[in-house]
């Protein structure tokens, strides 16, 4: 963690460490995390200084750590039928939204060698969030809307 605080030309404290481990402990019980905070208090840095360390832990074999992807999107910059997906009532079609397509790349049996980050950056929104809570359920699985479970 040292090495890539100080890479990212980072202060080191006892508090950013201790929110550090609080954000790995929280992320190795649950499958979806929301980090929330004021603007500019190191929310994405804590985020990414952790995945680069893991990545470390993962190149050094240490604690069978794994590396980490990360693919953040702001889900306010989309409508819902595009971060969801839409279901077209004319031709009966389902066509993927966002989050959909982003799952499945990350369900891939070859990805599995590495931790799957999505990053919802931006603004809380409650309808968004709700949906979230709604699709994604403990079997950490995504339940679309068509019918299918990714």
Not at 5 to 23: A, D, I, M, W
Not at 115 to 131: H, K, M
């Amino acid at each position: 963690m040292s090495k890539n605080l100080k890479k990212g030309n980072f202060t080191e404290s006892p508090y950013f460490k201790l929110k550090l481990t609080q954000l790995y402990e929280m992320i190795i019980v649950r499958h979806g995390v929301m980090v929330v905070g004021l603007p500019f208090s190191t929310k994405s840095t804590t985020i990414n200084i952790l995945a680069e360390t893991l990545g470390d832990c993962a190149i050094a074999g240490i604690m069978e750590e794994k590396k980490v992807e990360i693919c953040t999107m702001n889900p306010k910059s989309l409508k819902l039928t595009e971060f969801y997906g839409n279901f077209d009532e004319i031709s009966h079609d389902w066509f993927d939204g966002v989050l959909a397509t982003w799952f499945r790349k990350f369900a891939d049996p070859e990805a599995l060698q590495n931790r799957r980050w999505l990053l919802f950056d931006g603004p809380v929104d409650t309808l968004w969030i709700e949906s979230m809570n709604t699709v994604l359920d403990d079997s950490k699985k995504l339940c679309l809307n068509s019918g299918e479970v990714i």
